[in-house]
Structure formats: structure tokens, C-alpha cells
């Protein structure tokens, strides 16, 4: 399921700060915060990047209850059948790089299996 992480911040901040702390690390000029039922407190934030979406949103995850946000890449075009976990290795090397900035990251290794394994990075 493309790229998955969970951040767990130093200090709790809002979605917005937190989203616009994050674009800047990584190197997103432009981003929006939409409304959408489908997310925890209602609205993501979304940007795109190297021909990727990158979504933030408040986490919501039974496995990983302890983190403060999710962060999905995605494709911003249709890959078709093409391997949906080829995102991993983009989304451990984004976890790295996170955690070199003052945040707990956790990457799960079966996204869609309740109680996979996962890799942690960082300390807080």
C-alpha cells in the first residue's frame, strides 16, 4: 500500500504547523488543507513532490496509538498493476530523514495487516 509512516512529534502540534514544519524538511513548496470525513479530525493536509501526493493527517491507528500523525505518499497518476509496495524504500529513507529532526517515526512493513511488523526511527 504505497508509502506509509506514523510521527510521533516532540511537542503535540496542530495539523497545519505540524504539515507545514514537515513540507518544509522535505522540500514542499505548496500544499493545501482539505476537508474530509474519511480522516481523523476531519481534514488532511496534501501536497505533491516528485510525482508523488503526499498526504498528512492526524493518526488514527490501533497499532500505533502513541504517534500524533500518518504521512501517505502516493503516485498522483494511476501505476496500474504496477508493485504497490515499491514506495517502501522512498518512505524509510523519508523516515530517516525525519528523525534527524527531532522526530519518532514509525514505518510500518505491512501497512495493510493489523499487527504487522514495523521499523522505528529516531528519539525524542
Not at 52 to 63: N, V
Not at 65 to 81: E, L, M, Q, S
Request: charged share 30%.
Amino acid at each position: 500500500m504505497f508509502g506509509n509512516i506514523f510521527v510521533k512529534s516532540k511537542s503535540k502540534k496542530d495539523l497545519h504547523f505540524f504539515s507545514k514544519e514537515v513540507f518544509i524538511i522535505l522540500g514542499v513548496i505548496s500544499y493545501k488543507c482539505r476537508d474530509s470525513e474519511s480522516y481523523q479530525g476531519g481534514r488532511y493536509v496534501s501536497g505533491e513532490a516528485l510525482g508523488l501526493t503526499i498526504k498528512i493527517s492526524e493518526a488514527d491507528d490501533p497499532d500505533f496509538p502513541d504517534y500524533d500523525f500518518h504521512i501517505n505518499f502516493r503516485p498522483i497518476f494511476d501505476w496500474g498493476k504496477t508493485d504497490r509496495n515499491c514506495l517502501d524504500g522512498f518512505a524509510d529513507i523519508v523516515a530517516k530523514h525525519l528523525a534527524r529532526h527531532d522526530m519518532k517515526i514509525v514505518r510500518p512493513l505491512e501497512f495493510w495487516k493489523s499487527g504487522g511488523g514495523w521499523v522505528e526511527y529516531g528519539d525524542l
